[in-house]
């Protein structure tokens, strides 16, 4: 009953702050979609938009004819978008606008002088080390590594590597390449990780693989196998992780993600040098909440994450398949923003297929609309996010009133929560963070707060405690002297009631041995004056 009034009254507050911020808050009106978050009950409820749909950008837009199938869009360290137009089999350049096409590659000079193109490519990365282009081209089966000027520099093709399974294919749909030159790869066919090559191109094996589903199937087959002889389990299906579907580099980790809607383990890493999951152990959710229900399909639709894009501020951006929405997290994995649908209007989409940003804006790519569209900040996003910037720098303090603004804004932001309750923490001032953690349903947070308000407690109460304690110890020393007291008085008690009792048990022998001394004379008397009867 608590919680239920408790949740009445935040959502009170939501909604008189939301009718109060309308007039300068009305982003959400303009968009083909119900704008939302989630509670700290981890139900939806309408919420300020983060991002708005600004405008849509075409190839015919940008004059080089209409896009067809597009799969891929990278900003490179100069904001010059690289758009993988997989059915023309090229790439598009474009300017940091998306207003002019820099370079279309559709042709390239292989290292010999002859000319080789693309077929269908799915993927292409940028490195700042180096300026070269990493184009996953797919039907080609190769990485193609070139300058900027479309010249290759080399070419990666399936390994030869007994750890790479020969009776495979080599289908390249993503590729990224890290600040040592090594490079990484996507397979469509490969469930084991991405295909990782040296500098020179070699494979060196599989990177990030994702953990098995644990379903109740596979932990029953695991109990049989334990009784099950060797011959049966060579004959047994094996299960198998879900491949990984996309990723992004971020200095020296890398974020990849699942489109697999059968996957909630692994949907989206963050993995360092050494291929360990940064997320593994936290208790984490990509995507909605609640799957969604397809009334013509008559199926939950789960989260299928198809794309993921780490900003330049740190926050992690997911791509939804399914919903076709971004659901953007800050570097802790807290939710900020839900973005984008399924619709035919501008902000709304058919088939989603990449994500990127710059600054303060958001591109999707859809691979049916064959078009960009760029998402621009609100000006509520961009209050989340100047306070999201200072607590992920360790500003707590200098993030406080930010976040008090949001909360103005939309008080059921839980993020906001968070925020306050981590900045009131750093300030010391426990009690208030504790009751925010509370609000955000933070556990961690509030477990700190109390340990902190608990210390201080202690401290400012610790000369009462001392004479309390004192008292305390006074009070059961009297009280055992008492006690002591009162045992001797009636231990002396009842050994006085022993001796009384002795003595009158005394007396008592001597009056019965005084009657019988009575009686024996008596007897003796009367038989001597029978005898002298006798004898007169």
Not at 43 to 59: C, F, L, M, N, W
Not at 105 to 125: A, E, I, R
Not at 183 to 188: A, E
């Amino acid at each position: 009953m608590r919680n239920i009034s408790a949740k009445l009254i935040s959502l009170a507050i939501a909604g008189a702050a939301a009718f109060g911020s309308a007039a300068s808050f009305t982003a959400s009106a303009a968009e083909p979609y119900d704008v939302y978050n989630y509670d700290r009950w981890g139900e939806a409820i309408p919420s300020q938009a983060g991002y708005i749909a600004d405008r849509a950008v075409s190839g015919i837009d940008l004059g080089v004819g209409a896009f067809s199938s597009p799969s891929d869009i990278f900003r490179d360290h100069n904001d010059i978008f690289y758009i993988v137009d997989g059915g023309n089999n090229r790439i598009v350049a474009v300017n940091s606008e998306l207003t002019e096409v820099v370079k279309v590659y559709d042709s390239f000079t292989m290292p010999d002088g002859s000319k080789t193109t693309l077929k269908n490519p799915q993927g292409v990365y940028v490195s700042a080390e180096n300026d070269w282009l990493y184009i996953a081209d797919n039907e080609n089966s190769r990485v193609l590594i070139a300058d900027l000027e479309g010249n290759v520099i080399k070419e990666i093709t399936k390994p030869t590597s007994e750890v790479y399974d020969q009776k495979r294919t080599f289908l390249p749909q993503k590729v990224i390449a890290d600040k040592a030159g090594n490079v990484y790869v996507v397979l469509g066919n490969i469930t084991t990780g991405a295909a990782m090559f040296d500098p020179e191109g070699e494979f060196t094996g599989f990177y990030g693989a994702n953990r098995v589903q644990p379903t109740a199937e596979i932990v029953g087959n695991y109990i049989t196998s334990l009784f099950t002889s060797e011959e049966k389990k060579a004959r047994r299906r094996r299960n198998v992780p879900t491949g990984i579907t996309s990723f992004d580099i971020d200095g020296d980790f890398i974020f990849t993600c699942t489109s697999s809607s059968t996957q909630t383990t692994d949907t989206v890493k963050k993995l360092n040098a050494a291929g360990r999951n940064i997320f593994a152990n936290m208790e984490l959710a990509f995507g909605d909440y609640t799957p969604m229900y397809d009334t013509s399909q008559n199926k939950v639709l789960q989260p299928a994450i198809c794309d993921i894009d780490i900003a330049d501020d740190g926050n992690i951006n997911c791509l939804d398949f399914t919903t076709g929405r971004v659901f953007q997290y800050d570097e802790d994995c807290n939710l900020l923003f839900i973005t984008g649908t399924i619709a035919k209007q501008v902000g709304g989409f058919d088939h989603v297929a990449a994500l990127e940003t710059m600054g303060e804006n958001l591109y999707v790519l859809d691979s049916q609309k064959d078009t960009v569209t760029v998402f621009v900040e609100t000006d509520f996003g961009k209050i989340v996010h100047k306070a999201t910037a200072l607590h992920n720098a360790g500003y707590y303090e200098e993030a406080l009133d930010p976040w008090y603004e949001v909360l103005k804004h939309d008080g059921n932001y839980r993020r906001a929560y968070v925020g306050v309750a981590s900045a009131l923490l750093r300030k010391g001032d426990y009690e208030g963070s504790m009751k925010y953690a509370e609000l955000a349903d933070s556990p961690r947070i509030y477990n700190k707060a109390f340990e902190g308000y608990r210390m201080d407690w202690l401290k400012a109460h610790f000369g009462q405690l001392i004479l309390g304690l004192a008292l305390i110890a006074v009070g059961l020393f009297m009280l055992a002297r008492l006690a002591k007291k009162k045992k001797a008085a009636e231990l002396a008690q009842h050994m006085a009631q022993e001796d009384a009792a002795a003595e009158a048990e005394h007396q008592q022998h001597v009056r019965e041995a005084a009657r019988k001394a009575v009686e024996e004379m008596a007897e003796q008397s009367e038989n001597e004056g029978k005898e002298d009867e006798q004898n007169s």
